[in-house]
Protein backbone atom coordinates (compact mmCIF):
# COMPACT_ATOMS: atom_id res chain seq x y z
CA UNK A 1 0.00 0.00 0.00
CA UNK A 2 1.37 3.18 -0.94
CA UNK A 3 1.64 5.96 1.56
CA UNK A 4 -0.24 8.90 0.18
CA UNK A 5 0.71 10.70 2.93
CA UNK A 6 4.25 11.00 2.56
CA UNK A 7 4.16 11.61 -1.40
CA UNK A 8 1.68 14.36 -1.79
CA UNK A 9 2.61 17.43 -2.19
CA UNK A 10 1.95 20.27 0.63
CA UNK A 11 0.52 23.39 -1.19
CA UNK A 12 1.60 26.36 -0.59
CA UNK A 13 -0.30 28.82 1.82
CA UNK A 14 -2.63 31.52 -0.04
CA UNK A 15 -3.85 33.16 2.93
CA UNK A 16 -1.08 36.31 2.99
CA UNK A 17 -2.05 36.72 -1.51
CA UNK A 18 -3.97 39.85 -2.45
CA UNK A 19 -6.05 39.96 -5.30
CA UNK A 20 -3.89 40.20 -8.57
CA UNK A 21 -5.53 43.14 -10.21
CA UNK A 22 -4.25 44.76 -6.48
CA UNK A 23 -0.60 43.76 -6.57
CA UNK A 24 1.50 46.40 -5.86
CA UNK A 25 5.00 47.21 -8.79
CA UNK A 26 8.33 45.33 -8.50
CA UNK A 27 9.60 48.76 -7.53
CA UNK A 28 6.82 49.63 -4.92
CA UNK A 29 7.14 45.98 -3.72
CA UNK A 30 11.20 46.54 -3.66
CA UNK A 31 11.01 49.52 -1.27
CA UNK A 32 8.01 48.05 1.02
CA UNK A 33 10.35 44.62 1.54
CA UNK A 34 13.27 47.13 2.22
CA UNK A 35 11.39 49.18 5.00
CA UNK A 36 10.10 46.12 6.49
CA UNK A 37 13.92 45.22 6.85
CA UNK A 38 14.84 48.57 8.60
CA UNK A 39 11.98 48.29 11.05
CA UNK A 40 12.92 44.76 11.97
CA UNK A 41 16.37 46.13 12.26
CA UNK A 42 15.30 49.00 14.36
CA UNK A 43 13.30 46.76 16.67
CA UNK A 44 16.06 44.91 17.63
CA UNK A 45 18.45 47.61 18.46
CA UNK A 46 15.63 49.60 20.77
CA UNK A 47 16.14 47.76 23.42
CA UNK A 48 19.41 49.12 24.00
CA UNK A 49 19.07 52.06 25.35
CA UNK A 50 16.56 51.13 27.78
CA UNK A 51 18.54 48.28 29.29
CA UNK A 52 20.21 50.86 31.92
CA UNK A 53 16.26 52.01 32.68
CA UNK A 54 15.69 48.11 33.33
CA UNK A 55 18.54 47.99 35.48
CA UNK A 56 17.80 50.60 37.72
CA UNK A 57 14.23 49.63 38.18
CA UNK A 58 14.82 45.58 38.45
CA UNK A 59 18.20 45.62 39.96
CA UNK A 60 19.62 42.88 38.13
CA UNK A 61 23.39 42.62 37.17
CA UNK A 62 25.69 43.30 34.21
CA UNK A 63 26.01 39.62 33.39
CA UNK A 64 22.06 39.45 33.67
CA UNK A 65 22.42 42.16 30.65
CA UNK A 66 24.82 39.46 28.90
CA UNK A 67 22.20 36.75 29.61
CA UNK A 68 19.36 39.04 28.07
CA UNK A 69 21.61 39.83 24.91
CA UNK A 70 22.86 36.28 24.74
CA UNK A 71 19.43 34.85 24.55
CA UNK A 72 17.96 37.01 21.76
CA UNK A 73 20.68 35.84 20.05
CA UNK A 74 20.23 32.20 20.33
CA UNK A 75 16.74 32.63 19.51
CA UNK A 76 17.65 34.35 16.35
CA UNK A 77 20.40 31.76 15.49
CA UNK A 78 18.02 28.63 15.94
CA UNK A 79 15.27 30.39 13.30
CA UNK A 80 17.85 31.20 10.93
CA UNK A 81 19.34 27.76 10.86
CA UNK A 82 15.36 26.08 10.70
CA UNK A 83 13.09 28.22 8.75
CA UNK A 84 15.82 29.81 6.59
CA UNK A 85 15.74 28.28 3.81
CA UNK A 86 11.58 27.79 3.93
CA UNK A 87 10.93 31.12 1.90
CA UNK A 88 12.24 29.14 -0.89
CA UNK A 89 9.89 26.29 -1.21
CA UNK A 90 6.36 27.91 0.59
CA UNK A 91 7.27 31.56 -0.41
CA UNK A 92 8.42 34.64 0.59
CA UNK A 93 4.82 36.49 1.83
CA UNK A 94 3.63 33.56 4.50
CA UNK A 95 7.47 33.31 6.16
CA UNK A 96 7.47 37.40 6.43
CA UNK A 97 4.45 37.78 7.72
CA UNK A 98 4.63 35.16 10.23
CA UNK A 99 7.85 36.65 11.52
CA UNK A 100 5.84 40.21 11.69
CA UNK A 101 3.20 38.60 14.14
CA UNK A 102 5.86 36.81 16.16
CA UNK A 103 7.48 40.28 16.22
CA UNK A 104 4.63 42.42 17.90
CA UNK A 105 4.00 39.64 19.95
CA UNK A 106 7.73 40.49 21.18
CA UNK A 107 6.91 44.04 21.58
CA UNK A 108 3.84 43.36 23.37
CA UNK A 109 6.11 41.29 25.96
CA UNK A 110 8.15 43.74 26.24
CA UNK A 111 5.17 46.81 27.36
CA UNK A 112 3.91 44.07 30.29
CA UNK A 113 7.00 42.71 31.28
CA UNK A 114 7.99 43.10 34.79
CA UNK A 115 10.80 41.63 35.32
CA UNK A 116 13.67 39.76 34.50
CA UNK A 117 11.99 36.74 32.55
CA UNK A 118 9.37 38.82 31.21
CA UNK A 119 12.67 40.58 29.58
CA UNK A 120 14.10 37.07 28.58
CA UNK A 121 10.83 36.21 27.40
CA UNK A 122 10.49 39.23 24.96
CA UNK A 123 13.89 38.77 23.45
CA UNK A 124 13.50 35.04 22.67
CA UNK A 125 10.46 36.31 20.61
CA UNK A 126 11.66 39.16 19.11
CA UNK A 127 15.03 36.95 18.03
CA UNK A 128 12.58 34.24 16.52
CA UNK A 129 10.92 36.88 14.42
CA UNK A 130 14.06 38.75 13.40
CA UNK A 131 15.95 35.38 12.59
CA UNK A 132 11.82 34.32 10.64
CA UNK A 133 12.56 37.85 8.73
CA UNK A 134 15.94 38.16 7.80
CA UNK A 135 16.46 34.98 4.96
CA UNK A 136 13.34 35.88 3.58
CA UNK A 137 13.61 39.63 3.69
CA UNK A 138 17.99 39.58 2.00
CA UNK A 139 16.61 37.50 -0.82
CA UNK A 140 13.44 39.34 -1.51
CA UNK A 141 15.15 42.27 -2.13
CA UNK A 142 17.37 40.68 -4.55
CA UNK A 143 14.45 39.17 -6.32
CA UNK A 144 12.87 42.39 -6.77
CA UNK A 145 15.57 44.96 -6.82
CA UNK A 146 15.12 47.29 -10.04
CA UNK A 147 19.19 46.69 -10.93
CA UNK A 148 21.81 45.01 -9.91
CA UNK A 149 23.32 46.80 -7.35
CA UNK A 150 20.01 47.97 -5.28
CA UNK A 151 19.30 44.77 -4.12
CA UNK A 152 22.68 44.67 -2.10
CA UNK A 153 22.73 48.49 -1.66
CA UNK A 154 19.24 47.91 0.71
CA UNK A 155 20.96 44.84 2.14
CA UNK A 156 23.87 46.00 3.40
CA UNK A 157 22.07 49.65 3.99
CA UNK A 158 18.90 48.48 6.06
CA UNK A 159 20.90 46.45 8.64
CA UNK A 160 22.93 49.47 9.39
CA UNK A 161 20.05 52.51 8.76
CA UNK A 162 17.68 50.07 10.92
CA UNK A 163 20.31 49.88 14.19
CA UNK A 164 21.19 53.36 14.04
CA UNK A 165 17.25 54.88 13.74
CA UNK A 166 16.34 52.35 16.54
CA UNK A 167 19.14 52.92 18.86
CA UNK A 168 18.75 56.85 18.36
CA UNK A 169 15.32 56.98 18.74
CA UNK A 170 15.06 55.23 21.65
CA UNK A 171 17.60 56.86 23.38
CA UNK A 172 15.64 60.32 22.34
CA UNK A 173 12.57 58.71 23.85
CA UNK A 174 14.51 57.64 26.63
CA UNK A 175 15.48 61.06 27.47
CA UNK A 176 12.71 63.42 26.67
CA UNK A 177 9.67 61.64 26.05
CA UNK A 178 7.08 59.94 29.30
CA UNK A 179 6.79 56.18 29.73
CA UNK A 180 9.70 55.56 27.14
CA UNK A 181 9.36 51.67 27.91
CA UNK A 182 5.73 51.96 26.89
CA UNK A 183 5.87 54.55 23.70
CA UNK A 184 9.17 52.40 21.70
CA UNK A 185 7.45 49.41 21.23
CA UNK A 186 3.69 51.07 20.74
CA UNK A 187 5.05 53.23 17.97
CA UNK A 188 6.85 50.05 16.48
CA UNK A 189 4.20 47.99 16.91
CA UNK A 190 2.02 50.64 14.78
CA UNK A 191 4.92 50.50 12.06
CA UNK A 192 5.05 46.57 12.39
CA UNK A 193 1.38 46.48 11.21
CA UNK A 194 1.05 49.13 8.50
CA UNK A 195 3.92 47.09 6.44
CA UNK A 196 2.35 43.80 7.69
CA UNK A 197 -0.67 45.46 5.40
CA UNK A 198 1.61 46.59 2.81
CA UNK A 199 3.15 42.86 2.42
CA UNK A 200 -0.23 41.57 1.35
CA UNK A 201 0.26 43.35 -1.70
CA UNK A 202 3.60 42.38 -2.56
CA UNK A 203 3.81 40.19 -5.37
CA UNK A 204 5.47 36.47 -4.32
CA UNK A 205 9.01 36.42 -5.51
CA UNK A 206 10.25 32.87 -4.55
CA UNK A 207 11.07 30.03 -6.97
CA UNK A 208 8.61 27.81 -4.90
CA UNK A 209 10.81 24.71 -4.66
CA UNK A 210 7.98 22.28 -4.13
CA UNK A 211 7.24 21.09 0.05
CA UNK A 212 6.66 16.91 -1.57
CA UNK A 213 5.42 16.13 1.90
CA UNK A 214 5.50 16.13 5.85
CA UNK A 215 8.38 13.99 6.27
CA UNK A 216 10.14 16.33 3.31
CA UNK A 217 9.07 19.60 5.54
CA UNK A 218 10.09 18.34 8.71
CA UNK A 219 13.85 17.62 6.94
CA UNK A 220 13.48 21.40 5.82
CA UNK A 221 13.14 22.71 9.44
CA UNK A 222 16.13 20.40 10.30
CA UNK A 223 18.96 22.88 11.36
CA UNK A 224 22.06 23.34 8.90
CA UNK A 225 23.99 25.70 6.60
CA UNK A 226 23.52 25.97 3.15
CA UNK A 227 26.28 27.21 1.04
CA UNK A 228 25.73 28.27 -3.21
CA UNK A 229 26.56 25.64 -5.66
CA UNK A 230 29.79 25.66 -7.38
CA UNK A 231 30.93 29.10 -5.57
CA UNK A 232 31.80 27.67 -1.93
CA UNK A 233 35.42 28.59 -2.13
CA UNK A 234 34.41 32.94 -2.82
CA UNK A 235 31.69 32.06 -0.45
CA UNK A 236 33.95 31.40 2.14
CA UNK A 237 36.39 33.77 1.09
CA UNK A 238 33.96 36.43 2.60
CA UNK A 239 33.62 34.86 5.67
CA UNK A 240 36.39 36.77 7.65
CA UNK A 241 34.31 39.99 6.12
CA UNK A 242 31.42 39.19 7.80
CA UNK A 243 32.92 38.44 11.41
CA UNK A 244 35.19 41.74 11.34
CA UNK A 245 31.84 43.85 10.36
CA UNK A 246 28.85 42.11 12.56
CA UNK A 247 31.78 41.53 15.61
CA UNK A 248 31.96 45.52 15.22
CA UNK A 249 28.14 45.75 15.32
CA UNK A 250 28.14 43.97 18.78
CA UNK A 251 31.38 45.75 20.19
CA UNK A 252 29.32 48.54 20.15
CA UNK A 253 25.75 47.60 20.89
CA UNK A 254 26.92 45.60 23.60
CA UNK A 255 29.64 47.97 25.50
CA UNK A 256 29.18 51.18 23.59
CA UNK A 257 26.48 52.28 26.23
CA UNK A 258 29.45 50.86 29.14
CA UNK A 259 32.10 52.69 27.32
CA UNK A 260 30.20 56.10 27.54
CA UNK A 261 29.14 56.06 30.93
CA UNK A 262 32.41 54.43 32.71
CA UNK A 263 35.01 55.75 30.60
CA UNK A 264 34.01 59.39 29.52
CA UNK A 265 31.49 59.82 32.76
CA UNK A 266 28.65 60.63 30.41
CA UNK A 267 25.60 59.53 31.72
CA UNK A 268 22.93 60.79 29.41
CA UNK A 269 21.01 58.71 26.99
CA UNK A 270 20.90 60.31 23.77
CA UNK A 271 24.71 60.32 23.98
CA UNK A 272 24.64 56.60 24.30
CA UNK A 273 22.03 56.53 21.10
CA UNK A 274 24.36 58.94 19.50
CA UNK A 275 27.28 57.46 19.15
CA UNK A 276 25.13 54.21 17.69
CA UNK A 277 23.80 56.19 15.27
CA UNK A 278 26.77 57.88 14.22
CA UNK A 279 28.51 54.28 13.74
CA UNK A 280 25.90 52.35 11.43
CA UNK A 281 24.42 56.08 9.99
CA UNK A 282 28.39 56.92 8.45
CA UNK A 283 28.00 52.71 7.15
CA UNK A 284 24.58 54.04 5.15
CA UNK A 285 26.14 56.58 3.78
CA UNK A 286 29.09 54.64 2.81
CA UNK A 287 27.63 52.12 1.17
CA UNK A 288 25.80 54.16 -1.10
CA UNK A 289 29.21 56.57 -2.07
CA UNK A 290 31.12 53.17 -2.95
CA UNK A 291 27.52 51.18 -4.50
CA UNK A 292 29.00 51.34 -8.25
CA UNK A 293 32.54 50.61 -7.63
CA UNK A 294 33.81 47.07 -8.50
CA UNK A 295 32.51 44.86 -4.83
CA UNK A 296 36.23 43.32 -4.45
CA UNK A 297 37.47 46.60 -4.56
CA UNK A 298 34.72 48.01 -1.99
CA UNK A 299 35.70 44.75 0.98
CA UNK A 300 39.69 45.66 0.41
CA UNK A 301 38.95 49.11 0.73
CA UNK A 302 36.52 48.82 3.19
CA UNK A 303 38.07 46.45 5.68
CA UNK A 304 41.01 48.96 5.95
CA UNK A 305 39.00 52.27 7.11
CA UNK A 306 37.03 49.74 9.73
CA UNK A 307 40.47 48.58 11.30
CA UNK A 308 41.90 52.13 11.35
CA UNK A 309 38.21 53.02 12.93
CA UNK A 310 38.81 50.63 15.49
CA UNK A 311 42.15 51.57 16.23
CA UNK A 312 41.04 55.24 16.25
CA UNK A 313 38.19 54.06 19.27
CA UNK A 314 40.74 52.29 21.45
CA UNK A 315 43.21 55.21 21.14
CA UNK A 316 40.45 57.14 22.34
CA UNK A 317 39.20 55.13 25.08
CA UNK A 318 42.73 54.87 26.43
CA UNK A 319 43.26 58.83 26.37
CA UNK A 320 39.80 59.23 27.54
CA UNK A 321 38.84 61.68 24.62
CA UNK A 322 35.21 61.68 23.70
CA UNK A 323 35.18 63.31 19.80
CA UNK A 324 37.88 61.21 19.50
CA UNK A 325 35.82 57.87 20.20
CA UNK A 326 32.86 59.34 17.74
CA UNK A 327 35.54 60.03 15.11
CA UNK A 328 36.53 56.47 15.18
CA UNK A 329 33.07 55.12 15.36
CA UNK A 330 32.40 57.46 11.99
CA UNK A 331 35.79 56.15 10.83
CA UNK A 332 34.80 52.13 11.96
CA UNK A 333 30.99 52.57 10.47
CA UNK A 334 32.41 53.94 6.82
CA UNK A 335 34.26 50.45 6.92
CA UNK A 336 31.63 48.52 8.22
CA UNK A 337 28.95 49.85 5.46
CA UNK A 338 31.90 50.06 2.12
CA UNK A 339 32.86 45.66 3.35
CA UNK A 340 29.17 44.87 4.18
CA UNK A 341 27.98 45.80 0.82
CA UNK A 342 30.60 44.53 -1.02
CA UNK A 343 30.22 41.10 0.59
CA UNK A 344 26.24 41.31 -0.07
CA UNK A 345 27.05 42.04 -4.14
CA UNK A 346 29.86 39.46 -4.44
CA UNK A 347 27.13 36.92 -2.85
CA UNK A 348 23.75 38.40 -4.48
CA UNK A 349 25.62 37.73 -8.06
CA UNK A 350 27.11 34.08 -6.71
CA UNK A 351 23.56 32.64 -5.54
CA UNK A 352 21.13 31.13 -7.76
CA UNK A 353 17.26 32.36 -7.05
CA UNK A 354 16.05 29.01 -5.94
CA UNK A 355 18.67 29.07 -3.04
CA UNK A 356 18.70 32.21 -1.86
CA UNK A 357 16.89 31.94 1.17
CA UNK A 358 19.18 29.11 2.01
CA UNK A 359 22.31 31.07 1.80
CA UNK A 360 21.24 34.25 2.92
CA UNK A 361 20.45 32.65 6.12
CA UNK A 362 23.58 30.51 6.18
CA UNK A 363 25.42 34.23 5.87
CA UNK A 364 23.23 35.78 8.72
CA UNK A 365 24.17 33.01 10.51
CA UNK A 366 27.64 33.66 10.25
CA UNK A 367 26.97 37.31 10.56
CA UNK A 368 25.28 36.92 14.12
CA UNK A 369 27.50 34.59 15.85
CA UNK A 370 30.21 37.10 14.94
CA UNK A 371 27.47 39.57 16.37
CA UNK A 372 27.00 38.03 19.20
CA UNK A 373 29.72 35.58 20.48
CA UNK A 374 32.21 38.15 21.25
CA UNK A 375 29.67 40.59 22.38
CA UNK A 376 28.41 37.75 25.39
CA UNK A 377 32.10 36.76 26.17
CA UNK A 378 33.16 40.63 26.20
CA UNK A 379 30.43 41.01 28.60
CA UNK A 380 31.89 38.16 30.86
CA UNK A 381 35.33 39.11 30.59
CA UNK A 382 34.09 43.19 31.45
CA UNK A 383 33.32 41.48 34.67
CA UNK A 384 36.63 39.69 35.27
CA UNK A 385 38.92 41.78 33.46
CA UNK A 386 37.35 44.81 33.84
CA UNK A 387 36.33 47.28 30.60
CA UNK A 388 39.10 49.18 29.40
CA UNK A 389 41.38 45.57 29.15
CA UNK A 390 38.37 43.83 27.61
CA UNK A 391 37.61 46.55 24.92
CA UNK A 392 41.21 46.52 23.65
CA UNK A 393 40.85 42.70 23.34
CA UNK A 394 37.60 42.97 21.44
CA UNK A 395 38.76 45.76 19.09
CA UNK A 396 41.96 44.03 18.37
CA UNK A 397 40.49 40.95 17.29
CA UNK A 398 38.19 43.17 14.58
CA UNK A 399 41.12 44.46 13.78
CA UNK A 400 42.88 41.67 12.65
CA UNK A 401 39.87 39.76 11.23
CA UNK A 402 39.29 43.02 9.02
CA UNK A 403 43.15 43.15 8.24
CA UNK A 404 43.14 39.26 7.75
CA UNK A 405 39.83 39.84 5.05
CA UNK A 406 41.63 42.52 2.87
CA UNK A 407 45.01 41.18 2.40
CA UNK A 408 43.06 37.70 1.45
CA UNK A 409 40.72 39.65 -1.26
CA UNK A 410 43.88 41.64 -2.38
CA UNK A 411 45.75 38.36 -3.09
CA UNK A 412 42.69 37.04 -4.80
CA UNK A 413 42.39 39.57 -7.19
CA UNK A 414 46.25 39.79 -8.11
CA UNK A 415 46.08 36.21 -8.77
CA UNK A 416 43.09 36.67 -11.15
CA UNK A 417 44.83 39.18 -13.00
CA UNK A 418 48.22 37.64 -13.03
CA UNK A 419 46.12 34.68 -14.78
Given at each position: ?????????????????????????????????????????????????????????????????????????????????????????????????????????????????????????????????????????????????????????????????????????????????????????????????????????????SAMR??????HLAK?????????????????????????????????LSLG???????????????????????????????????????????????????????????????????????????????????????????????????????????????????????????????????????????????????????????????????
Open positions: MVNTESTRTIPSPDFVSAPTGRRLSSASAFWIVGATYLVVMASSAAPSPLYPVYQAEWGFSATMLTVVFAVYAVALLVALLTVGSLSDHIGRKPILIAALVLLVVSLILFIVADGVPGLIAARVIQGLAAGTATGALSAAVIDLQPHESAGPLVNSVAPSVGLASGALGAGLLVQLAPAPTVLVYGLLIGAVLLLAVALLFVPETTVESRRLLLPRAAFPTGARVPFLMLVPALIATWALGGFHPSIIKSVFGIDNHIVGGLEIFALFFSGAVAAALVRSRPPRAVMVSGAIVLAAGVATSLVSIAIASVPLYFLGSVIAGSGWGSTFLGAMRTLGALVPADERGSVFATTFVISYLAFSVPAVIGGFAVHTFGLQPTAVVYGSFVIVLALLSSAGFAIASRRERAL
